[in-house]
């Protein structure tokens, strides 16, 4: 990752539509905010491409200059699992909303975890099902009365770091669009890193959630510490855990392991070589 020369050289990454986010949407600063780490990695527009679902946050590939496809509520992953593994030369962001990737999306977060594909994904947690009028989603807290839950949402909410701590995600960030400073860099250290990277950013649904939601999050975020040892994956637990009612910002947990990309080269390769079948061996399957 370097640093971006000209300021304004992130202004290339964004597309000539404009947003149609309710004034005031967190997802403004994250837009912005993932155009400068794409500076920042001086990622190639060709060469990259954001795959997302359904719902506002998923509208992001229409305002970047890179490649992009949006596809179906919940199916983010696998559909950018697909061309990760037949275009491995491409850098695969993914994004979405809380909804779209915990709920109809939950399943497929353990196994693109545990294979540790070589992507990024961005999560654009407000907590509410923002495009579809204001549902209560997988992290709407208890009590919270949406369109839904009228006398107040009686589910417990998953807290996504433990969901992704207890999947071994190999790196586990968050971030807030309160602070697009600190969100430009974590979201610029999830693209660089080699494997599969999750960031949860907090962003304020004004519309659902109300104003005042930006207050809760403003007066209880924390900064992680750098003593922090994100390598240790208890101490990683004890961060989330601890943190109940408040928000880690920063580098939770990384673990740097082989990708499923490596696994695959090195297949093939023991392969070619012979040391554990033949290559002619396929055809044989083929025929019997």
Not at 64 to 73: D, R
Not at 151 to 169: D, E, F, Q, R, V
Not at 246 to 257: A, C, F, M, T
Request: proline letters at 6%.
């Amino acid at each position: 990752m370097t640093e971006t020369r000209d300021p304004a050289e992130f202004k290339k990454y964004i597309s000539s539509l404009k947003p149609i986010w309710c004034p005031g949407c967190g997802d403004y600063a994250v837009l912005t905010s993932l155009a400068k780490a794409m500076a920042d990695n001086s990622l190639p527009m060709e060469n990259t491409a954001v795959i997302t679902g359904i719902g506002c946050s998923s509208r992001l590939p229409g305002y970047l200059n890179t490649y992009g496809f949006n596809s179906i509520h919940g199916r983010a992953i696998p559909i950018a699992t697909g061309l990760k593994i037949s275009r491995p030369d491409v850098k695969v962001i993914v994004a979405g909303g809380d909804g779209d990737m915990f709920a109809i999306g939950g399943g497929h977060m353990a196994h693109a975890a545990r294979r540790n594909m070589d992507m990024t994904l961005l999560v654009m947690d407000n907590n509410i099902y923002g495009l579809t009028k204001g549902q209560a989603s997988p992290t709407t807290p208890i009590g919270s009365k949406t369109s839904t839950t009228s006398y107040g949402s009686i589910s417990t909410p998953l807290n996504t770091l433990k969901a992704m701590l207890g999947y071994n995600c190999s790196f586990i960030a968050q971030a807030s669009s309160t602070d697009p400073v600190h969100m430009t860099k974590t979201i610029a250290e999830a693209i660089s890193y080699p494997g599969f990277s999750y960031v949860n950013i907090l962003s304020p649904c004004v519309t659902y959630r109300g104003n005042e939601q930006y207050q809760i999050i403003k007066s209880n975020v924390v900064y992680i510490e750098e003593a922090h040892n994100a390598g240790d994956h208890v101490e990683a637990w004890k961060l989330v855990c601890s943190s109940e009612g408040k928000y880690p910002l920063g580098v939770i947990y990384r673990d740097p392991r082989p990708t499923y990309g490596d696994k695959v080269k090195e297949l093939r390769g023991n392969a070619e070589a012979g040391k554990e079948w033949k290559l002619e061996d396929v055809g044989k399957l083929f025929a019997a």
